[in-house]
């Protein structure tokens, strides 16, 4: 979990009206002033109007959370994906590139997209989610990442684990049921991807979730790379089901009855679909208190370092201890 943004506090705090306007501005295209943000707080992202023409989407990168050289990994497999008409929306390429910079601050400019949340208790919903996660998987496997991570258990668990105990976040009347229900998820959680072992790693969406998926006329389109990242395919698969065990394996089937129209789809990795989840839980508390110094993130996350949070959280990675006790999802 470490990150110079730490030392930065308030990395947006600069982020002003007129330097969005004009960082547009820098690279070629006139804004008409209209300025509307956009539900993110990992980065900054706004809709900018343009002067005769559709509005563009700007997003501006936290400072020190990726190198250049990510960033430009993450443009290239969206670019890559967009190329072989999958419906990612990809960055513009403005005199040659896709990553500009002003006033400190590295940004991209995309193509407005518009749509609504999907129906994903739909058969045909899921299904056409599985023929086109099956395209994207298809190309993120041709090459790996050389500059972007990998999920794993030290980044997703070991790590966010350590910095809410050193920083003090978990309250001290809790800190001994947390340090030891912790650890041994954890271990328990090493135990299931060596059962799942030989593990494929390719290159993922990564965050695939229903709010990164957005639905028009002609189908789903996926937005937001930025958390594009090495690791199994089964990563884009698990966030989009929901329900009981019965409704998540029957949505499972209507998902890989599409998956497996371009391309193989590995059963034994379903070995790891509650190992995934616990680990993302334990990465959401530690991202949020790897945030708790940006100013947004106790404004839109005011249950969060409270001691019902952490009772609550407790609680539910409990809950998650017999979860990876059960077999895993099967097929309806």
């Known amino acids: 979990m470490n990150d ?132 994207i998987h298809a190309i993120g496997a041709l090459q790996p990442f050389a500059h972007r991570p990998t999920l794993d258990i030290r980044s997703f668990g070991d790590e966010p684990m350590a910095y809410v105990l050193e920083h003090g976040f978990v309250p001290q009347d809790l800190r001994p049921a947390y340090e030891s229900l912790v650890p041994q998820l954890l271990e328990h959680i090493r135990a299931a991807f060596e059962d799942a072992a030989p593990i494929t790693l390719l290159r993922l969406h990564g965050d695939c979730h229903p709010g990164n998926v957005l639905w028009a006329e002609d189908g789903p389109h996926f937005v937001d790379l930025d958390d594009a990242r090495m690791g199994p395919a089964v990563q884009d698969v698990w966030m989009l089901l929901s329900g009981e065990r019965e409704a998540r394996a029957q949505q499972l089937r209507w998902f890989l009855d599409g998956y497996w129209e371009f391309g193989e789809f590995e059963l034994r990795e379903l070995r790891l679909i509650e190992p995934l989840r616990t680990l993302r839980m334990i990465h959401y508390a530690g991202w949020l208190a790897l945030r708790w110094g940006d100013p947004a993130f106790p404004a839109a996350f005011p249950w969060f370092n409270t001691q019902r949070y952490w009772q609550d959280h407790i609680l539910a990675l409990r809950e998650q201890a017999a979860a990876l006790d059960e077999p895993p999802l099967a097929l309806q």
Not at 33 to 58: H, K, W
Not at 65 to 73: F, L, S, T, V
Request: aromatic content about 10%; glycine content about 6%; proline content about 7%.
């Open 4 to 135: 110079d943004a730490i030392a930065d506090a308030h990395p947006y705090e600069r982020l002003t009206p007129d330097l969005i306007l004009d960082a547009v501005d820098s690279t070629g295209v006139r804004t008409d002033g209209r300025l509307l943000a956009l539900n993110s707080f990992e980065n900054r992202v706004y809709q900018v109007g343009i002067e005769d023409a559709t509005p563009l989407v700007v997003k501006f990168y936290r400072p020190h959370r990726w190198p250049d050289e990510a960033i430009h990994e993450e443009h290239a497999f969206a670019c890559a994906l967009a190329q072989a008409e999958l419906p990612v929306v990809a960055p513009q390429q403005m005199h040659g590139r896709t990553l500009h910079e002003f006033g400190g601050f590295r940004f991209a400019l995309y193509p407005r997209q518009r749509g609504r949340a999907p129906e994903f208790e739909s058969q045909d919903t899921l299904t056409w989610m599985g023929r086109f996660i099956a395209r």
